[in-house]
């Protein structure tokens, strides 16, 4: 987790993105809120770090496909 920075790219194994790095809160990645999928705009998303594959330059991929990266939210925070 030490490896995984600021605006980092997420992708699942198959490639797609599933959202960027806005920092690492203990053992979760928090993602950026311009990454939350419709309906859920203004909550930040977290990928718990068991997901995380490997790193790579400035991407942090994934051990799972991207609709399959289980993501908790934050609850009562709204933009």
Known sequence: ???IKEHMKVIGKDGVHVGTVDRVEGDRIKLTRKDSPPGHEGHHHYIDRKFVGVVEGDTVKLSVNADAAPKTEEAG???
């Open 77 to 79: 925070q709204k933009a």
């Open 1 to 3: 987790m030490a490896e």
